[in-house]
């Protein structure tokens, strides 16, 4: 059996838990706010609460995610996570305030599926075959149905990006998020896409005129990474207090000053 990737002790003893040792203090506190919210909640009251729940849950487990990679000193890999994260919580906050646009996310679905089926029709005929023709139908059918709403303005043919009428960067400063995506989104982009900046990102440093790259474990994007989850999920749990009108447990206050001891030294985001 091939052994399973090595555990980085040596850099969570020297780098990754005392660069970030305030964190590691409180981080399981929003966790456990987090999960009484949506994994131990009861029945949501409706579609769009549900749904937010669902993207509440996903924030958390890219938080999750990220804090693992930087405890191993996978700084830029903890960054494109970080990326999701955000989209998540942008997400989630917008449902909040526009809660009848719950319908096009769900069924922006149709428009996935219809998408992949199309692929297998394309790539895949032999696994498409093995799927029940019933089902394919009904996909089909109910995708011509919600297909007229995603239509690109003036144009019969052309689907628009996303679920929403707005793109991400509008719905993050609808959602009070402007200030997050524009210092992340751009960066984490960069690192997924593979272009010339990703590649910047990556120098650890430069020796000798020649550029080191920042080979795991590395505490390069770890910073950056692990604030921006911490904050989403914040802004995931506020958000469900409002929507459910009632306390996180610890209470968000308790929250807040949790995040503002963790990330103090000038790396603040601002929480209202």
Not at 209 to 223: D, E, F, L, N, R
Request: glycine share 6%; proline share 5%.
């Amino acid at each position: 059996m091939i052994p399973p990737p090595l555990a980085q002790p040596v850099f969570w003893e020297k780098e990754g838990y005392p660069k970030f040792v305030r964190f590691w203090e409180v981080c399981n506190r929003l966790f456990n706010a987090l999960s009484k919210f949506t994994l131990n909640a009861g029945k949501a009251k409706d579609k769009n609460e549900m749904i937010i729940r669902r993207l509440c849950t996903s924030t958390g487990i890219a938080f999750a995610d990220v804090s693992m990679l930087v405890a191993h000193g996978h700084g830029l890999g903890a960054m494109k996570i970080a990326r999701t994260c955000l989209e998540s919580a942008i997400n989630v906050e917008y449902l909040c305030l526009e809660p009848t646009e719950y319908r096009d996310f769900l069924d922006w679905g149709l428009i996935e599926q219809c998408r992949k089926v199309e692929y297998m029709r394309k790539y895949m005929p032999g696994k498409l075959a093995n799927l029940d023709p019933k089902m394919v139908a009904d996909t089909e059918k109910r995708y011509q149905a919600v297909r007229p709403r995603f239509l690109v303005a003036n144009s019969k043919k052309r689907l628009r990006q996303s679920w929403c009428r707005l793109n991400l960067r509008e719905r993050a400063i609808r959602a009070n998020f402007e200030g997050m995506y524009s210092s992340v989104y751009a960066l984490s982009s960069e690192l997924s896409h593979g272009s010339f900046g990703g590649l910047v990102q990556h120098v650890e440093n430069i020796v000798e005129g020649k550029s080191q790259p920042a080979i795991p474990p590395s505490i390069v994007g770890c910073s950056q990474a692990l604030q921006t989850a911490h904050y989403c999920t914040f802004r995931a749990v506020q958000t469900l207090t409002l929507l459910k009108e009632i306390d996180s447990t610890p209470p968000l206050n308790d929250l807040k000053n949790d995040y503002d001891y963790a990330w103090q030294e000038g790396r603040k985001a601002a929480i209202s």
